[in-house]
T-cell receptor, first 116, second 113 residues
Framework: ETGVTQTPRHLVMGMTNKKSLKCEQHLGHNAMYWYKQSAKKPLELMFVYSLEERVENNSVPSRFSPECPNSSHLFLHLHTLQPEDSALYLC???????????????FGAGSRLTVL | GESVGLHLPTLSVQEGDNSIINCAYSNSASDYFIWYKQESGKGPQFIIDIRSNMDKRQGQRVTVLLNKTVKHLSLQIAATQPGDSAVYFCAEYSGGGADGLTFGKGTHLIIQP
């Protein structure tokens, strides 16, 4: 395993459901990230947390709500999603942000989300 | 906006042959580049990186070439093995944002027996 664990690995939800994705890192890193990976599109950065403080929110719709209770855990709360939100959601961590973290960005295996 | 892209979505090679995967970038301010490998059912994994003050960097069976004149990056994999089958994508670092990385779409490398 990479040291970054994501659960669940697969999730199917209706548009009115509320669910959460969980990420845990065992690497002692200070920064955690949520990325969206859609078919045939590049990775899209959604949120960045550094030392449990959100430092970036890339114009993500409010139906996605991140939470970082401590430096080892990151959640993505989902509510009233749309079918186009179906994608692989990847969590990552790094020692720090910027170039000091770019070369040691460690990804989890992802949570495959399907919105019906 | 500026973007990082790949020339081919799928590349099929014979086991044992060498593979070359290409990437074009458009941000001339980018000073650091990374290649990732993503196997089916897994997250992206770092393969090799290169800074803009270098033209070539070698790893174990992999070589990255950087041509800043034409803003082109390539990943060469020598003597491909079945375990090399994956999606490969490049990323450029331009310093913007908390992570500063812009990712390409990816090339699916298929190894034929």
């Amino acid at each position: 395993e990479t040291g970054v664990t994501q659960t669940p690995r697969h999730l199917v939800m209706g548009m009115t459901n509320k669910k959460s994705l969980k990420c845990e890192q065992h690497l002692g890193h200070n920064a955690m990230y949520w990325y969206k990976q859609s078919a045939k599109k590049p990775l899209e950065l959604m949120f960045v947390y550094s030392l449990e403080e959100r430092v970036e929110n890339n114009s993500v719709p409010s139906r996605f709500s991140p939470e970082c209770p401590n430096s080892s855990h990151l959640f993505l709360h989902l509510h009233t999603l749309q079918p186009e939100d179906s994608a692989l959601y990847l969590c990552a961590s790094s020692p720090g942000t910027g170039i000091s973290g770019a070369n040691v960005l460690t990804f989890g295996a992802g949570s495959r989300l399907t919105v019906l | 906006g500026e973007s990082v892209g790949l020339h081919l979505p799928t590349l099929s090679v014979q086991e044992g042959d060498n593979s070359i995967i290409n990437c074009a970038y458009s941000n001339s301010a980018s000073d650091y580049f990374i290649w990732y490998k993503q196997e089916s059912g897994k997250g992206p994994q770092f393969i090799i990186d290169i800074r803009s003050n270098m033209d070539k960097r070698q790893g174990q069976r992999v070589t990255v070439l950087l041509n800043k004149t034409v803003k082109h990056l390539s990943l060469q994999i020598a003597a491909t093995q079945p375990g090399d089958s994956a999606v490969y994508f490049c990323a450029e670092y331009s310093g913007g944002g908390a992570d500063g990385l812009t990712f390409g779409k990816g090339t699916h490398l298929i190894i034929q027996p």
